[in-house]
């Protein structure tokens, strides 16, 4: 079955940074585009990251452009998101997603605080 699990996530000061990873299974990785989306208390799920494949195209979310960079290892199966310049603001938590078809599937999310 496929499956997602997100690690990395965790405490960090205003302008540090942090990489999460998404390790994937249950589907031939290498053929599907992944994303990182995050949730903040008290807001709708949103979208900030995808990394398409074969060919490898990036795009993010006005909110993090420039700050967060999404790669893929398609040898280990696993997505990163690598967010530098950390902002209170941040603060969420963020989850892998895999579109395979018409059915999404979720990791169970990390969490991330910016705080000083």
């Known amino acids: 079955q496929v499956r997602l699990v997100e690690s990395g996530g965790g405490l960090v000061q205003p302008e540090g940074s942090l990489r999460l990873s998404c390790a994937a299974s249950?589907?031939?990785?290498?053929?599907?585009?992944m994303r990182w989306y995050r949730q903040a208390p008290g807001k709708e799920r949103e979208l900030i990251a995808i990394?398409?494949?074969?060919?490898?195209?990036?795009d993010y979310a006005d909110s993090v452009k420039g700050r967060f960079t999404i790669s893929r290892d398609n040898a280990k199966n696993t997505v990163y998101l690598q967010m530098n310049s950390l902002k209170p603001e941040d603060t969420a938590v963020y989850y892998c997603?895999?579109?395979?078809?018409?059915?999404?599937?979720w990791g169970q999310g990390t969490q991330v605080t910016v705080s000083s």
């Open positions: 990394n398409t494949s074969p060919n490898g195209r990036t």
């Open positions: 997603n895999a579109l395979l078809g018409t059915l999404a599937y």
């Open positions: 249950g589907f031939t990785f290498s053929m599907y585009a």
